[in-house]
């Protein structure tokens, strides 16, 4: 709680889930390779990298299928992950190692810090939320992610020019991250005012995703510029 009372905005909801040894063992194995701790403070990304290049950062990549197609099909881009949860983050070790996967570093912390006292403002080429927590009852709207005060959070770290781009298959939540979104002037919608973007090819599908369609879900794409 902050001073003022108020529910600070966290990127998770805390979800008990034991790890498998296979998860564990690529935890153990991988998080002084690219582990990143939140307690260092602000990251250096060229160095951690040892090179200049793209940065691509996604928030809540949950067992990191997507996040690790992404990088191992785009090498010359470098790429951060954030998550909370532990055995998603030993899965995608587990994979990063299985494919030679080395452009990739991870937090194990709440996104909303990490990106307050760890990454430097004007620094990041991408930020990608792929299907965030749609706190799907009326009342708990007020716990979900994209909101004015942590999408302003999300362009002081973004370079002008830098992508902002969220997926969801909840309708509810699509228009709210539109009405926010298109309700600052900080930012412009890739594809034209109130306009979700097509499917782009290079998010994959994820077995969630596929899950979603089988249930008769939608997808909406949403891709927004930094303006200023």
């Known amino acids: 709680m902050n001073p003022a009372g108020k529910r ?13 040894a296979a998860q564990q063992q690529g935890y153990d194995s991988g998080w002084h390779q ?13 160095e951690t990298f040892e ?4 940065v691509v950062l996604e928030i809540g990549f949950g067992m990191g299928q997507s996040i690790l197609a992404m990088a191992k099909a785009t090498p010359d ?27 990739l570093r991870i937090y194990h912390h709440d996104a909303v810090e990490v ?3 760890c990454i430097p403002e004007n620094s990041l080429d ?6 965030p927590d749609p706190w799907h009852k009326r009342k708990h709207h007020k716990r979900r ?24 298959d909840w309708e509810n939540y699509a228009g709210q991250m539109m009405a926010v979104l298109s309700g600052t002037d900080t930012y412009k919608n890739s594809y034209g005012e ?18 979603g369609e089988r249930l008769g879900h939608g997808v909406w794409d949403l891709m927004f510029t930094r303006v200023r």
Not at 162 to 167: D, F, N, R, T
Request: net charge positive; hydrophobic share 35%; glycine share 10%.
């Open 77 to 103: 881009c470098n790429f951060i992950g954030i998550e909370v949860h532990t055995p998603g983050i030993g899965k995608l070790m587990s994979g990063m190692k299985e494919q030679a996967v080395d452009n």
């Open 194 to 211: 109130g306009q979700y973007a097509p499917r782009p090819e290079h998010r994959p599908y994820t077995k969630f995703e596929k899950r």
């Open 145 to 168: 992610l994209i909101q004015a005060i942590f999408v302003e959070l999300l362009r002081t770290r973004l370079k002008p020019g830098g992508l902002l781009h969220l997926a969801t």
């Open 126 to 131: 991408t930020v990608q939320i792929f299907f």
């Open 8 to 20: 600070t905005i966290r990127s998770y909801v805390l979800r008990t889930g034991r790890m498998t």
């Open 51 to 54: 090179r200049l290049a793209p």
């Open 115 to 117: 990106l307050r006292d």
């Open 34 to 46: 690219w582990g990143l701790s939140y307690q260092s403070g602000p990251l250096d990304i060229p």
